[in-house]
Nanobody
Framework: QVQMVESGGGLVQAGASLRLTCTAS????????MGWFRQAPGKDREFVATITWTGLGTYYADSVKGRFTISRDNSENTVSLQMNSLKPEDTAVYYC????????????????????WGQGTQVNVSS
């Protein structure tokens, strides 16, 4: 089992940067694919970024490509999301998720693939 806690959210102005961190507990973190999703008010939760358990594969939503970077440190059981050039439309609750075991890369963009979820951290970007 994997338990995650997100941190690093806050209120920033457009153009600023934030770094979200997800700290996980559990023996399976190092063999779990990790993802970030977000949910804006009144909208469905959507894929943001994912990283394979090796760290060698990363995938991004088109809306954040070139601005966000996902990374992981298996020695620290953390996965991070560096968010640059933030826009008001990035405002959402950001969730960390873990998929234990094998998964096709294309399926890592679907929230239904993931086994465990954090509680989320709020990001607000003002214009």
């Amino acid at each position: 089992q994997v338990q995650m806690v997100e941190s690093g959210g806050g209120l920033v102005q457009a153009g600023a940067s934030l770094r979200l961190t997800c700290t996980a507990s559990g023996r399976t973190f190092s063999t779990s694919h990790m993802g970030w999703f977000r949910q804006a008010p009144g909208k469905d939760r959507e894929f943001v970024a994912t990283i394979t358990w090796t760290g060698l594969g990363t995938y991004y939503a088109d809306s954040v490509k070139g601005r966000f970077t996902i990374s992981r440190d298996n020695s620290e059981n953390t996965v991070s999301l560096q968010m640059n050039s933030l826009k008001p439309e990035d405002t959402a609750v950001y969730y960390c998720a873990a998929k234990v075991g094998r998964a096709l890369a294309v399926l890592l963009q679907s929230q239904r693939t993931y086994d465990y979820w954090g509680q989320g951290t709020q990001v607000n970007v003002s214009s």
